[in-house]
T-cell receptor, first 114, second 119 residues
Framework: AQSVTQLDSHVSVSEGTPVLLRCNYS??????LFWYVQHPNKGLQLLLK??????LVKGINGFEAEFKKSETSFHLTKPSAHMSDAAEYFC????????????FGTGTSLTVIP | GAVVSQHPSWVICKSGTSVKIECRSL??????MFWYRQFPKQSLMLMAT?????????EQGVEKDKFLINHASLTLSTLTVTSAHPEDSSFYIC???????????????FGEGSRLTVL
């Protein structure tokens, strides 16, 4: 069975400091992993995705994530937080065998302090 | 990039009335669309999976007679909240995937969401 755990419901960082949003997954098969961002009262926007190619994935707005199979993790990072990064972030997993199913984490709310 | 449009973005209605929310894929054909409900400060809850030309598959606990889903074309799916009550107030989001191949690699394209307020 597939599942996603976002370890922090809320993360707060100062502007200009690094961001780390943690995600662990459980998947019986080769997973596809995604990070989406949601600003208030908006839909979800794809930041990046891993689909069995390079384990270090670069996304939009300076975000990147590294797929670590041994740790079953797909943490999202950014070297320097910007005020506009304040939003809700969701880690999502799907498997390539049952590609019609997407499993959402509970979300991490990122606050950026000026 | 692929764009999914939801309409209306915000609707207020009286208790007992029905509300229709549209989800359109503007520049691609969406074989599968998903409908979610999101409560404040919570994750998305999948309500149903909609395939073009067939009946939607509802998640456990979602009343199919309450939330009517129609996916009549490859670019349009609708969610109708029938006989709405205040507890149906929520943020409803749709997403779409392109051809079958996209399902295995991601990615989902999300609408902007529709906020329903039932008085």
């Amino acid at each position: 069975a597939q599942s996603v755990t976002q370890l922090d419901s809320h993360v707060s960082v100062s502007e200009g400091t690094p961001v780390l949003l943690r995600c662990n997954y459980s998947s019986s098969y080769s997973p596809s992993l995604f990070w989406y961002v949601q600003h208030p009262n908006k839909g979800l926007q794809l930041l990046l995705k891993y689909t069995s190619a390079a384990t270090l994935v670069k996304g939009i707005n300076g975000f990147e994530a590294e797929f670590k199979k041994s740790e079953t993790s797909f943490h999202l990072t950014k070297p320097s937080a910007h005020m506009s990064d304040a939003a809700e972030y969701f880690c999502v997993v799907s498997d390539q065998i049952n590609g019609n199913q997407f499993y959402f984490g509970t979300g991490t709310s990122l606050t950026v302090i000026p | 990039g692929a764009v999914v449009s939801q309409h209306p973005s915000w609707v207020i209605c009286k208790s007992g009335t029905s509300v229709k929310i549209e989800c359109r894929s503007l520049d691609f054909q969406a074989t599968t669309m998903f409908w979610y409900r999101q409560f404040p400060k919570q994750s998305l809850m999948l309500m149903a999976t909609s395939n073009e030309g067939s009946k939607a598959t509802y998640e456990q606990g979602v009343e199919k007679d309450k939330f009517l889903i129609n996916h009549a074309s490859l670019t349009l799916s609708t969610l109708t909240v029938t006989s709405a009550h205040p507890e149906d107030s929520s943020f409803y989001i749709c997403s779409a995937s392109r051809l079958a191949g996209d399902l295995n690699t991601g990615e989902l394209f999300f609408g902007e969401g529709s906020r329903l307020t039932v008085l």
